[in-house]
C-alpha cells in the first residue's frame, strides 16, 4: 500500500483551478501532509490545546456571490491569503488539495473537515503564480496573519 504522501503534484495554478472548477468540496491544507494528519484526523486549537473535529482547512469552492468572475482568481486569492502558514508552522508545512466533508468550524472561523480525500500536493510555483495573480488585481490586499504580540 503506499503512503497517503505519495500524491500527484499539482504544477501550475491553472491545473488546481481546473480541479475545483470539475469537483466539489476541496480545500487546501496547509501542513506536514495527508500522513501525518490522518493519524488524527484532527487538529488542535493552537491557543488553548482542545482537539477539534476535523482537520482545519481552506475551502477553494467558489461562493455563489462570486458570479461568473474568474475562478483562477479566486483560487488564486483562496491560496495567496494562507501563504504566510509555511513560515510560521516550521519546516516540513506545505499546501495540499484534499476533499472532504465539513464537519464544523475552528476559532478562526475556518472549516474543519473530515472524510479526507488527498487530491494532491500544491508545487511553490502555484503559490508563486496566485501571488503574481493577486498582484494583477485592481484592488490590493494582504495575506491573512496575525502579529503576535
Known sequence: MSSPDELPVLRTLEELTGLVE????????????PAADLESLSSTDDLTGVPLPGLSANSLDVEPWWDNRPVRVWVARRLYDYAHLPRDKGPGVHPWALRGQESGRGPDNEPLVQDIEPVG????????????????????WGPLRREGR
Not at 22 to 33: D, E, F, N, Q
Not at 121 to 140: H, P
Open 22 to 33: 470539475r469537483r466539489g468540496s476541496m480545500y487546501v491544507r496547509w501542513s506536514r501532509g
Open 121 to 140: 500536493w500544491i508545487d511553490a510555483r502555484v503559490i508563486e503564480e496566485a501571488a503574481e495573480e493577486v498582484a494583477r488585481q485592481e484592488g490590493g
